[in-house]
C-alpha cells in the first residue's frame, strides 16, 4: 500500500510531495533532507495514530496529482528507493520486485519480519543478557536465557554457558547473516581448530597460554559483544541494505539508491569500532596461519615483510604483528586459511572517518572522503553513497560475527580439551 502526501519545509517554504511505501510496522520513521535548503524533514507514520511531522508540516489538501516541478521523494524502509522524478505506478516496491525475483523477495521479507517481530522488541533484554554474561552474574544470565530466549542453559560448566550465549546471539542476530554463512564460519573453525590441534598439539597450547594469560581473547570476546546491540539498534538502516544481498544487479552497477531513514553521522563511529575489532581479530587469524603453516604462532613467513629496497618489516612475533597497521595486516598473512570477505575491511574508508575526513551531502546522501593521509591537501577525494556505505557497515560486521565464531572456537578447544589435561599433568607433575 501506498500514501501520497505533501509537505512544507518549515525553513525554506518549499514543497515536497511523497509516495510513502508501506512495510510491515505498527510505527514508521522517515528522515529525508529539503531539495531545496537540505534541512531533515522527519515523516512518522503510525497506522493506529496517522501521522507526525518535525522540520515541515502536512499541506491540506495535498498536491495530487503530483507533477514533476515540485521536489519529490520516495520512501520505503524496506527497499531502497530511486532518487528522480514522480512517475505514476513506478513504486518502491515494484521497482524493488523487478530487480530480484520472487523467492529473493520472499525471503527479504521473511528476515524483516523476523526483525520486526522477533529481533528488535528483545534489544532491551539481550542488551543486558551479553552484560550479565561478561560481568559473571551466572544465576540471572541462566534465568534470562531461558524465560527470553527459550535457550537452557545445560550445566554450570563454561562451555555449556558459552553455547547458550552463541545460541541466543545467533537467534537474535539471525535476520543480519548472509543466508548460510554463520554455519560455514562455524564449520571452518571447528575444523581449523581440530586441524591445529592434532598437528601441533604443544604449539597450539603456547598459543592459547599467552592469548588466555594475556585475557587478549577474553577482551576482544568483550569487544564483539558490545556490537551486536548496535547493529540491532541500526535495524532501521539496514533494512534496504539487506535486501542488497539479493540485487546482483547492484553489485556489479552500484546506482545512487536512497535510504529512508538517513542518519550518516550515527554510523560513523560504529564502523570504526567494528573495523578496529576486526583487525584485532586478523591477530588470531596469523597465528593460527604461523601455527598451520611453521607450528609456532609466532613465525611468520621469512621475508614476507622484505622490500625492494631491502628493508625486512616482518612481524618477529604475533605481538608485533598486532601493532601492525589494519590495511598491512593481512599482507603478512600467507596464503591464509581464512578467507576475508569482500569489503569487510576497508582500511581507507576507516582511516578517513578515523581522522575525520569526511563531508556528506544529507539531500543526496553522498558521502565524499579522503582515504590518504596527505596532511593539510585533502586532494583525490572518493566518493560513496550513503546505503554503499552502510553496506560497508553490513559487511564488517558480518567479517566481524564470521571471526568471532573462531574466538568461540578457541574457547572451546581451551575448556574441553586445554582445561580437561590440566589435572592430569598436574598429577602427574606431583
Ligand atoms: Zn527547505
Known amino acids: 500500500m501506498n500514501i501520497n502526501l505533501s509537505v512544507e519545509c518549515e525553513t525554506c517554504g518549499d514543497p515536497t510531495n511523497c509516495r510513502i511505501g508501506m512495510s510491515n510496522r505498527e510505527e514508521q520513521p ?16 503510525r497506522e493506529s495514530r496517522g501521522g507526525e511531522f518535525h522540520g515541515a508540516k502536512q499541506l491540506l489538501p495535498d498536491l495530487y496529482p503530483f507533477d514533476d516541478k515540485t521536489n519529490f521523494v520516495d520512501l520505503h ?13 513506478k513504486t518502491p516496491f515494484m521497482e524493488a ?14 528476515r524483516l519480519a523476523y526483525l520486526t517481530e522477533e529481533a528488535t522488541p528483545k534489544l532491551r533484554v539481550f542488551t543486558l543478557l551479553l552484560k550479565l554474561f561478561r560481568n559473571g552474574k551466572w544465576a540471572p544470565f541462566k534465568t534470562s536465557c531461558s524465560r527470553n530466549f527459550d535457550v537452557d542453559v545445560k550445566s554450570d560448566a563454561p562451555q555449556d554457558r558459552a553455547a547458550a550465549l552463541y545460541k541466543v546471539i545467533s537467534k537474535v542476530m539471525m535476520p543480519f547473516a548472509f543466508p548460510g554463512q554463520d554455519a560455514e564460519a562455524s564449520h571452518l573453525s571447528t575444523s581449523t581448530m581440530h586441524q591445529v ?90 597465528g593460527i596461519n604461523n601455527l598451520l603453516k611453521r607450528g609456532g604462532h609466532n613465525a611468520f613467513e621469512p621475508g614476507i615483510g622484505q622490500t625492494k629496497g631491502g628493508k625486512d618489516f616482518t612481524p618477529k612475533s604475533l605481538h608485533d604483528f598486532s601493532d601492525v597497521a589494519f590495511g598491512k595486516k593481512l599482507g603478512f598473512i600467507d596464503d591464509s586459511w581464512f578467507e576475508p570477505l569482500e569489503d569487510g575491511a576497508d582500511n581507507q574508508l576507516r582511516n578517513a572517518i578515523a581522522h575525520v575526513k569526511t563531508d556528506y551531502d544529507e539531500v543526496n546522501q553522498v558521502i565524499t572522503y579522503y582515504p590518504r593521509l596527505e596532511g593539510m591537501n585533502q586532494a583525490k577525494p572518493e566518493q560513496m553513497t550513503f546505503i554503499q ?10 567479517e566481524m560475527r564470521r571471526l568471532n565464531h573462531l574466538i568461540k572456537g578457541l574457547f572451546y578447544l581451551q575448556y574441553l580439551v586445554i582445561d580437561r589435561d590440566k589435572p592430569a599433568t598436574d598429577a602427574a607433575k606431583s
Open 30 to 45: 522517515f528522515r529525508f533532507c529539503c531539495q531545496t535548503c537540505g534541512s531533515p524533514i522527519d515523516i512518522i507514520i
Open 77 to 89: 524502509l524496506d527497499f531502497p528507493v530511486a532518487f528522480g522524478k514522480y512517475v505514476v505506478g
Open 97 to 110: 520486485a523487478q530487480r530480484i525475483g520472487y523467492e529473493e523477495l520472499k525471503l527479504h521479507g521473511f
Open 197 to 286: 590441534t592434532n598437528e601441533h598439539p604443544a604449539a597450539i597450547r603456547a598459543f592459547m597460554a599467552e592469548i588466555i594469560g594475556n585475557d587478549f581473547l577474553r577482551n576482544l570476546q568483550n569487544s564483539c559483544l558490545d556490537i551486536y546491540p548496535k547493529i540491532l539498534e541500526a535495524e532501521l538502516p539496514l533494512r534496504p541494505v539487506l535486501f542488497l544481498d539479493f540485487d546482483v544487479q547492484f553489485a556489479n552497477n552500484p546506482i545512487p539508491l536512497r535510504i529512508s531513514n538517513e542518519a550518516f553521522e550515527s554510523y560513523k563511529d560504529l564502523y570504526k569500532d567494528i573495523s578496529e575489532i576486526v583487525s584485532r581479530q586478523f591477530v588470531l587469524v596469523a
Open 389 to 398: 556505505f552502510m553496506r560497508r557497515l553490513l559487511q564488517t560486521y558480518r
